[in-house]
């Protein structure tokens, strides 16, 4: 099976709809998300469309649960805030409550997915160190962990001992644990403005990162016409 890896959409429906064309001519046949469909960008709902139309297991992200009132808002900055409030007022009541019902943890195929650490997935934490990586791996009982949150594309292994790398090409066959980011595909922030995902091959038991262009100036002017902050739209220029 290989499965397309979409984390961290955000709203960004250009960027979404490039991706699942390039995992398309890929031959990905079923999805795999870590969350943050929406908040951010402007098209929160019809993201939420695209993945429920998918064949897509999918993991709460913070910014999912803000939107259906299940997290607080007090650890956000005033233009995520912002737009958590400009989201909830375009979600319908069933998508609200298809936010509010994804779990934090999910697992398939020898695969976990949660969007910040499996030590404390419910305070969404970054996974960003080494010492983050290992206190996650102790808990992981699948070879493979994809994670989010961070929306920067990065490697931790377990092998002996834990050590990290941006590599895009990841065979897991011969390592103990792995947790790999794909980086976001709303928007990236490793000043590559590119949509980031991943693809798993669960035959081969390689992970591979790639990046594809997309519409970033239509993506941006929606935001802008949408009155959302301006900051969303330049940061998605220079991909921070
Ligand atoms: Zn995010």
């Known amino acids: 099976m290989r499965y397309g890896i979409v984390a961290d959409i955000h709203g960004n429906l250009e960027a979404l709809d490039a991706v699942l064309a390039a995992c398309e001519e890929r031959d990905v046949s079923a999805y795999l998300s870590?969350?943050?469909?929406v908040g951010y960008g402007a098209n929160p709902s019809e993201c939420i469309d695209r993945i429920q139309g998918l064949?897509?297991?999918?993991?709460?992200?913070?910014?999912?649960?803000?939107a259906a009132n299940k997290l607080s808002l007090d650890y956000f900055n005033p233009y995520a805030?912002?737009?958590?409030?400009?989201?909830?007022?375009?979600?319908?009541?069933?998508q609200v409550q298809y936010l509010r019902d994804l779990n934090l943890m999910e697992m398939v195929d020898d695969v976990t997915l949660v969007h910040g650490t499996l030590y404390d997935p419910e305070n969404f934490?970054?996974?960003?160190?080494?010492?983050?990586?290992?206190l996650s791996?102790?808990?992981?009982?699948?070879?493979?962990?994809l994670v989010g949150h961070s929306?920067?594309?990065?490697?931790?292994?377990?092998?002996?001992?834990?050590?990290y790398s941006f590599d895009t090409e990841i065979d897991i066959s011969s390592l103990e644990k792995v947790i790999v980011n794909p980086g976001s595909v709303g928007q990236p922030r490793d000043e590559n403005p590119k949509a980031a995902y991943g693809i798993y091959d669960s035959e081969t038991r390689v992970v591979t990162i790639h990046r594809?262009?997309?519409d970033i100036e239509k993506a941006t002017s929606k935001i802008l016409r949408a009155g959302l902050p301006e900051v969303l739209a330049e940061r998605l220029w220079l991909g921070k």
Do not use: K, M
């Open 137 to 145: 791996l102790q808990l992981q009982e699948t070879r493979l962990c």
């Open 81 to 94: 805030r912002e737009a958590i409030y400009w989201t909830q007022e375009r979600l319908s009541r069933d």
């Open 212 to 214: 594809v262009d997309y």
């Open 34 to 37: 870590t969350g943050d469909i």
């Open 151 to 163: 929306h920067v594309p990065i490697t931790f292994q377990l092998d002996g001992s834990v050590s």
């Open 55 to 66: 064949s897509t297991l999918v993991t709460a992200g913070n910014h999912d649960w803000a």
């Open 125 to 134: 934490d970054y996974l960003l160190t080494a010492y983050d990586a290992h």
